[in-house]
């Protein structure tokens, strides 16, 4: 028997609408919006805008009065018109339209705040935007402009407390919104330079560390492991104290100097680095005086006097260091010795 003809199913007519949006939404996405005095907005290079009927004809309207408010410097008006129109049709290729200009305006009337928050809303909401790149250039500004003590002025002439903290967060989520644009390694730093002015250093650290890690060829990186270096002697509190700092100071200064040995900053590394080694091996000595001169324990003093001398053995530390073995051998044998100089020292290592 032949075979039966084949049926074709029916397409429903809202299916085959909707195949048609599907295959026209590219050439939406790809579309432009172009302004002139003249014609008003239009869209240029994509079929459709979004919208239909009344409320394609309503969002234009908008979208001109917003325009034309703008261009006769009514930015009140212009501004309230283009969130309007972000609110009242977000699928429309006019809302992330509207939301750009209005952060715009924003941000000319220093409302930075509600400036970033616009601008951030097109980068969540509409990632394709071509503006992207230029929007977190704008986002940085704000942010940067915070962290040097700009203020946010409510309703465009009120102008408020100082908010570091502030841009500390526009930083993060700059960061996190574009991970890997120009602008990450330089948020990392101004995180970190932020928490430097709020005495927060064990943060700043941390940013400079993510920043070394994160973005290990960024022209930044010679700059960060420099400043990591003196975020960490900068808690270095003498040889008295733990060393823990001190020792990630110096891990991070000779880093520096072997990564980046023709950078202009070495010599200021290297005199760090002196610093951090003395006090390192000055510890050594301190705790060796002590097992010598408090508990007449030969042995570990000679430990620590050892260790002073490999700490730093060019140093003026380490010939006192060799001299105190000297007394040591000489005490162990029962000779006389010259007593501890200087003021007892109260020891918190212990």
Same mark, same amino acid.
Not at 27 to 38: E, M, S
Not at 165 to 174: C, N, P, Q, R, V
Not at 243 to 252: D, H, L
């Given at each position: ?21 599907? *295959? ?16 008003? /907005? ?43 129109? #972000? ?10 339209? !509207?939301?750009?200009?209005? &952060?715009?305006?924003?941000? #000319?009337?220093? %409302?930075?705040?509600? &400036?970033?928050?616009? +601008? %951030? ?21 704000? !942010?940067?402009? *915070? ?9 465009? /002439? ?48 941390? &940013? ?12 930044? #990186? ?29 891990? +991070? ?54 260790? &002073? ?7 003026? $530390? ?9 007394? $040591?051998?000489?005490?162990? !044998? ?13 020891? /918190?290592?212990?």
């Amino acid at each position: 028997m032949p075979n039966p003809p084949l049926r074709r199913t029916p397409v429903p007519l809202f299916g085959l609408v909707l195949t048609i949006l599907a *295959l026209a939404l590219p050439a939406r996405l790809a579309a432009d919006l172009i302004w002139t005095p003249q014609g008003g /907005w239009r869209v240029e290079g994509g079929a459709l805008s979004g919208l239909t009927g009344n409320d394609g004809r309503n969002a234009v309207e908008l979208m001109n009065k917003a325009r034309t408010a703008e261009e006769h410097g009514s930015n009140g008006s212009a501004l309230g018109t283009y969130e309007k129109v #972000a609110k009242k049709y977000p699928n429309s290729v006019y809302a992330p339209e !509207a939301l750009y200009r209005a &952060a715009k305006l924003r941000l #000319a009337r220093k %409302q930075y705040l509600k &400036a970033f928050e616009d +601008y %951030q809303s097109v980068t969540i909401r509409y990632p394709n935007t071509k503006r992207f790149n230029e929007i977190i250039g704008e986002q940085y500004r704000i !942010a940067s402009a *915070l962290l040097d003590g700009a203020r946010n002025r409510t309703w465009g /002439w009120l102008p408020g407390f100082r908010n570091r903290e502030k841009a500390l967060e526009y930083f993060e989520i700059i960061l996190a919104t574009a991970p890997y644009s120009d602008y990450a390694p330089l948020a990392l730093m101004n995180i970190a330079r932020g928490h430097q002015k709020l005495r927060q250093t064990e943060e700043a650290i941390d &940013a400079l560390d993510r920043m070394i890690n994160n973005y290990p060829q960024s022209l930044l #990186a010679p700059d960060a492991y420099l400043k990591l270096a003196q975020a960490h002697a900068s808690l270095v509190e003498g040889p008295y104290y733990d060393q823990g700092s001190t020792k990630e100071a110096v891990t +991070y200064f000779e880093d520096f100097m072997i990564l980046f040995p023709s950078d202009t900053n070495i010599a200021s590394a290297a005199t760090g680095l002196d610093k951090m080694k003395v006090v390192l091996a000055e510890s050594k000595m301190k705790i060796g005086d002590f097992y010598f001169y408090r508990r007449n324990n030969f042995k570990a003093a000679k430990v620590f006097y050892n260790e &002073a001398i490999t700490a730093y053995p060019d140093s003026t $530390v380490a010939k006192r260091a060799k001299l105190r073995l000297a007394d $040591v051998e000489n005490k162990a !044998a029962g000779k006389p010795v010259a007593p501890e100089s200087g003021k007892k020292k109260r020891f /918190w290592l212990f």
